[in-house]
Nanobody
Framework: QVQLVESGGGLVQPGGSLRLSCAAS????????MRWYRQGPGTQRELVAT???????DYADSVKGRFTISRDNAKNSVYLQMNSLKPEDTAVYLC???????????????WGQGTQVTVSS
């Protein structure tokens, strides 16, 4: 199995920055795509950013130019640098990875518990 632990959320004023981290652990053979999702109050879960094993990235239009996703393959970790934060960025941010384990050699999707980001003055 794969365990994902997010950190770095909190309360920040509009225009501020936060850096989210997500560390994967377990009997991991390899991690393919890593993603950040978010779910605000009363809204559907939204894909925020994606990074492939080779480092290719993609972003939701709402965060382009403000958020940057990165990964450290040696640490099985993914990061989300969030700048110029807006109140509408308020949400629970969840980490999601596609990974192979020694037990399950097929590619499976794993989720973290989420970290709260609140943007408010």
């Amino acid at each position: 199995q794969v365990q994902l632990v997010e950190s770095g959320g909190g309360l920040v004023q509009p225009g501020g920055s936060l850096r989210l981290s997500c560390a994967a652990s377990g009997d991991i053979v390899g991690i393919n795509i890593m993603r950040w999702y978010r779910q605000g109050p009363g809204t559907q879960r939204e894909l925020v950013a994606t990074i492939s094993s080779g480092g290719s990235t993609d972003y939701a239009d709402s965060v382009k130019g403000r958020f940057t996703i990165s990964r450290d393959n040696a640490k099985n970790s993914v990061y989300l640098q969030m700048n110029s934060l807006k109140p509408e960025d308020t949400a629970v941010y969840l980490c999601n990875v596609d990974a192979r384990t020694y037990r399950f050699r097929d590619l499976r999707s794993y989720w973290g518990q989420g970290t709260q980001v609140t943007v408010s003055s």
